[in-house]
């Protein structure tokens, strides 16, 4: 069974720029998570899905990131206009009930 | 407001010694408890859980857990280190009426020295 695989692995942009980010969850789960870890700081929630419903998205820091889940499959983080605070490792997880949530390697995110 | 605390950001042990990563939680409810590892260059990757029932939990790779109510703490132990183990460790917690979101500590990183 495939993992949680997310895309890219990387990304470099400038600030001001806008970079969307992808999460594959493991098939059949409805449970889709996105997470958040800058540099010397705890990993902090973003947002859930439950199939393509937005759960909870108490974490999104401000309304220049926007999620979806197109027919409760991938989906996608995208940030626009990046600004220099958004660099971190996003992460995504999926479950499928509410109890253990499997991760991605995760998108390494630098905002210059 | 719910928190983890790890104690010690960073932690360094000979190989063989014990491995003792200590995470402590603050919550009025019951929660579901979780070690997740992070080697280098990886994601995260669920070590061992607690959720119900047997209060000391047994994970991957040899390390186990107990779940202590009334120290509201689920340390990490492992009887004797290995290199292989020196990676980052996250202590998490979730909570039922809160979505099983996962509240995080700020990690320990393990050094294992030979």
């Known amino acids: 069974e495939a993992g949680v695989t997310q895309f890219p692995s990387h990304s470099v942009i400038e600030k001001g720029q806008t970079v969307t980010l992808r999460c594959d969850p493991i098939s059949g789960h409805d449970n889709l998570y996105w997470y958040r870890r800058v540099m010397g700081k705890e990993i902090k929630f973003l947002l859930h899905f439950v199939k393509e419903s937005k759960q909870d998205e108490s974490g999104m820091p401000n309304n220049r990131f926007l999620a979806e889940r197109t027919g409760g499959t991938y989906s996608t983080l995208k940030v626009q206009p990046a600004e220099l605070e958004d660099s971190g490792v996003y992460f995504c997880a999926s479950s499928p009930d509410w109890e253990t949530q499997y991760f991605g390697p995760g998108t390494r995110l630098l905002v210059l | ?114």
């Open chain 2, 1 to 114: 407001a719910q928190s983890v605390t790890q104690l010690g950001s960073h932690v360094s042990v000979s190989e063989g010694a014990l491995v003792l990563l200590r995470c402590n939680y603050s919550s009025s409810v019951p929660p579901y408890l979780f070690w997740y590892v992070q080697y280098p260059n990886q994601g995260l990757q669920l070590l061992l859980k607690y959720t119900t029932g047997a209060t000391l939990v047994k994970g991957i790779n040899g390390f186990e857990a107990e779940f202590k109510k009334s120290e509201t703490s689920f340390h990490l132990t492992k009887p004797s280190a290995h290199m292989s183990d020196a990676a980052e460790y996250f202590c998490a917690v979730s909570y039922a009426g809160n979505n099983r979101k996962l509240i995080w500590g700020l990690g320990t990183s393990l050094a294992v020295n030979p």
